[in-house]
């Protein structure tokens, strides 16, 4: 049990990753922000104490979360919108997916700068310069993208 409109569990939806579960990541994170956030004066969930709650779906709308605080590895979901480009002083991110929807919610593949990508996550190597991921999504959970051991995200002791 967590408690998604508060600080505390934020992260916990994105936990199923690192259990070999991204599709489960992507199936609780797209119903978190469909269920707890509305468009009316009390959409944000919880106390949004100094914009966490705010940054947390900002994130989650771009399929993707900064686990680690300090560290720049990402967590990765499917996106809510058909493009997203983040200016960044390393270059742009653009991050595109081929269907929206809230049916569509599942990672079935990705590219990242033009090369197929089975990770969950993004390391921070990957993230100077130009950064272009390209998501392909569906309505039904694909169990086999990004669930082999080599896939996983770190786990930092």
Known sequence: HSEMDNEP???AAWLYSYAAQPWKTQEVVREVLQQLWHNRPDGIPGNDD?????AWYVW???GL??????RAELLLASPSFK???VHRLQGPMTIK????GAQFKYVQSLTLNGKARTKSWLEETVLDGKLELNFKVGKQANKNWAAKPADLPPSFE
């Open 9 to 11: 569990s934020i992260g």
């Open 50 to 54: 100094l914009g966490q709650m705010s």
């Open 60 to 62: 989650a709308a771009m």
């Open 65 to 70: 979360y900064p686990q680690y605080p300090g």
């Open 83 to 85: 493009k997203i480009v």
């Open 97 to 100: 997916t081929d269907q929206t």
